[in-house]
């Protein structure tokens, strides 16, 4: 029974409010409808075949799956997908892509006869609620339709079709110049049904669109390639109708193969998506910050002393983690979660990322809001009162509470940040006592979280690990570049917490014990961390190790030029949710960052 692909094996498509992954064999083995954070009616990413998908390839005579495509690429700056086969009949192409919604969300895919005459399969096995609900498919005139409680997706084609099996296939053939468009629209299954396709229209809309859409990019460095790929990867991980930005489109792909370290990423974590708002921003997108905001504003609805580390896409707070056993998981990675219980979590840190991000976006000219003036005095005078309580941190920790000093910096920045506001007249606060808080939270940290035998920042106040979150010190400002303990620190992680190929895991991790995060098992290298290693080098004048590192990493992106959280060093392949922002926002600031070097003669 055919199983999901490796992760780099898959290319993203989407409508900006939800996302689709196809392999390399023409499967769409994952989309949820109609949101990012919906049941998915393809789960075969998480499971076997058996949990549905999407294949469209070239038929095989003996009826198996079709080989990988001879290539692959998306069609200029855009999310239109192209796949080509070459077979002994001739080559035949498919053409996959979600348009910008205007009405019910739709798959399309176009098959394109290049040369020859190609026998072709389409297979459609819909699955709701993470492929444990068959539903009722049947013809309404031309049209098939699949029911099953609230949902109904509708097949629309102008190739025969046939059941069997449980799936809907479809065998034709094409010619030089032909084409043949298979639609998949979803519609609450109580409504009408969704009007029929143009696909031919749709996808000139969809190209137009992504086109006008990176003409807005002020980027122009050597990067620009990998730069214009990761933003749009970023812009289709945001939902349109608010603004929140997901994590990653997948939930449960494993941070390491076989393990327990699977985690639901279809919610806005702030600080994802502050870090993704302020790569947004230096790039010329001010309308996605914008409605970042005005997202932030709604989620936090004043009650910013409650603010949770993540909510859902629309701001929901509630997001109970619970486990879908029916589902054997990614290469047997279980278990598959859906929701999230690190929501509950105190992270202190977060302060700081929002903090940073409203400076951000008043320092490069975005429109004030006043309320966001306010929410930031508000969640300062929370800090006041917490910022000196152990937290779970950054990486929510299922462990016990710590005094991280990542923690401690973020909410020095926060306070930071809030001061520059205040001395620039927009608003009033307390100038004096704050002063004295940023200075207090600034001794704090580099009485209680410094080693000084070592000349190295650590983890957590009084403990000797490392944790590469100490990397962003010099990039908060907290301390300069060339501050010894900050030089210190770099040198420390590159010893303890790089692997061989150069690249950095976040903490030290236990095994079959349960470590520092209280989970056992271990994980890949942490892309984000590693590009933050990349700015690092650049700040303290080590450019060209810094380049070094950096092309390293774009060498790890697949032929598509998208990553997941996480390199597995061990067996040389992505792992984690995927494509996941924390892995591109990076890769565009570093190129900022290298590009500016560069410019100065670095």
Not at 211 to 231: F, K, M, N, Q
Request: net charge negative; hydrophobic share 40%.
């Amino acid at each position: 029974m055919t199983v999901a692909g490796r992760i780099e094996d898959y290319a993203l498509i989407g409508d900006m409010q939800t996302a689709a992954l196809v392999c390399r064999d023409g499967t769409a083995d994952w989309l949820c409808l109609p949101r990012f954070d919906s049941h998915a009616a393809f789960a075969g990413l998480l499971g076997t075949e058996e949990h549905g998908f999407w294949r469209v390839g070239p038929a095989h005579p003996s009826g198996a799956a079709p080989p990988p495509a001879d290539r692959r690429r998306y069609r200029g700056d855009s999310l239109v997908l192209e796949s080509e086969w070459d077979t002994p009949r001739g080559t035949v192409r498919v053409i996959d892509f979600m348009p910008p919604r205007e009405g019910a969300p739709q798959l399309i895919r176009i098959v394109e006869g290049v040369s020859g005459r190609v026998p072709m399969r389409s297979a459609l096995r819909m699955r709701f609620s993470y492929g444990r609900v068959v539903p009722w498919v049947h013809k309404v005139g031309d049209r098939t339709v699949a029911v099953a409680g609230p949902d109904s997706v509708w097949l629309d084609t102008s190739a025969d079709t046939f059941g069997k099996d449980l799936t809907t296939y479809s065998d034709f053939t094409v010619s030089p110049g032909e084409r043949v468009a298979f639609t998949i629209s979803w519609q609450p299954s109580h409504r009408e049904p969704p009007a029929l396709p143009d696909p031919e229209g749709s996808l000139a809309a969809t190209e137009e669109f992504w086109r006008e859409w990176v003409e807005h990019c002020t980027y122009h460095g050597p990067y620009r390639d990998a730069v214009i790929r990761s933003l749009i990867t970023l812009k289709a991980l945001t939902y349109a109708p608010t603004g929140g930005i997901v994590a990653a489109p997948t939930t449960s792909l494993p941070e390491e193969i076989g393990g327990v370290r699977n985690w639901d990423y279809r919610y806005t974590w702030l600080r994802d998506a502050a870090i993704t708002l302020s790569s947004l921003l230096r790039t010329g997108y001010r309308e996605e910050a914008r409605a970042w905001r005005e997202w932030l504003l709604r989620a936090v609805a004043g009650d910013p002393e409650n603010l949770q580390i993540m909510y859902g896409i629309a701001g929901e707070r509630e997001l109970g983690e619970a486990e879908l056993p029916w589902l054997p998981g990614y290469e047997n990675s279980t278990p598959v979660r859906v929701g999230n219980g690190a929501a509950d979590q105190l992270q202190l840190d977060v302060y700081g990322e929002v903090t940073e991000a409203l400076h951000l976006a008043h320092m490069t000219g975005l429109a004030r809001n006043d309320y966001a003036s306010v929410l930031q005095l508000r969640l300062i005078g929370y800090l006041e009162d917490h910022w000196n309580e152990p937290d779970e941190g950054i990486w929510e920790v299922r462990g016990p509470r710590r005094h991280f000093v990542h923690s401690k910096v973020m909410a020095w920045v926060a306070v930071d940040r809030t001061i520059k506001l205040i001395e620039s007249g927009d608003v009033d606060g307390p100038l004096e006592r704050w002063r004295e808080l940023r200075d207090d939270i600034h001794r704090d940290v580099c009485e209680k979280g410094y080693d000084k035998e070592r000349n190295t920042f650590t983890q957590s106040y009084g403990s000797k690990e490392l944790d590469a979150s100490l990397l962003l010190i010099p990039q908060m400002g907290f301390l300069p570049p060339d501050d010894k303990r900050v030089i210190g620190t770099i040198e420390a992680i590159q010893r303890e917490l790089s692997t061989p190929d150069g690249f950095v895991l976040r903490y030290p991790t236990a095994g079959e014990e349960a470590g520092v995060d209280g989970l056992e098992g271990d994980e890949g290298a942490f892309l984000a961390c590693s590009f933050w290693l990349a700015d690092d080098l650049a700040m303290i004048g080590r450019v060209d190790e810094a380049r070094q590192l950096f092309e390293k990493l774009l060498g790890l992106r697949n032929d598509l030029g998208l990553l997941a959280e996480e390199w597995d060093p061990r067996l040389q392949r992505q792992v984690g949710n995927f494509p996941q922002a924390f892995s591109h926002v990076p890769l565009i600031d570093t190129a900022l960052r290298l590009t500016a070097s560069s410019a100065f003669g670095g």
